[in-house]
């Protein structure tokens, strides 16, 4: 992982554990190669955050010891369109953030589906985490700081200026913001988006996913290789 080289570009790693948490080793190489603006937020793996079981201690191990072995700003719960509302549903739910609270890492829940749509804002509220929607489309709910995810829409899979322009809008009024941009055109967006709101590398977060390529020597090399990731910021 070219760390160095992509912290010259963004500023959050979101670092995705489906396929296994990060060694010891890797993990030390990610803090000592991070430059110090970089943040790290530790995605929660899908079997976890399906909700189809009530969670034990032993499912988020791994997600609370990376997160605090990167000292990880974020912890992002993801629940897929599977999870409805429900009392079982908020149980679980309830059960899994009081486990991934325990790292003392900030958790942004980012529901799907009719989740997201049913009294979504109350119950992250209830939960104190929280609730990350996609900025170019929804309102976000008040407060300091918002995390949250632009998809990209129509042919290429690319992000729209009128998309990163209305995300714009909506975030100007939060002193954080930490926005993940998904789409080919991923880094210029994230670029757009920090110019449009005057925030500069390192005052919030802008980032991608735990996979880079080799190093480049250029810029605009560099630009065209993170073109192909999912960028934040």
Partial sequence: ????????????????????????????????????????????????????????????QSTVDTARALEARWIVLRTPPTARPGARTRARLTKLVELLRASGVAV????????????????????????????ARDDLPEGAVAYGRISSLGTGGRVRGSAIERAADRLAAFEEAYIVIEGDNALRAAKELRNLLGAPLGSNGSGGEDELEDDEDEDDEDEDDFEDEDEES
């Fill in 108 to 135: 942004a829940w980012e529901p799907t589906g009719l989740l997201a749509e049913a009294e979504a804002e109350e119950l992250a509220a209830s939960l104190e985490v929280t609730l990350a929607r996609d900025p």
């Fill in 1 to 60: 992982m070219a760390i160095a080289r992509y912290g010259k570009h963004l500023d959050l790693l979101e670092v995705r554990l489906d396929n296994g948490a990060p060694r010891k080793r890797t993990i030390e190489t990610m803090k000592s190669e991070s430059p110090p603006h970089l943040v790290f937020a530790v995605v929660v793996p899908k079997a976890v955050s399906a909700l189809d079981t009530d969670a034990t201690e032993a499912d988020v």
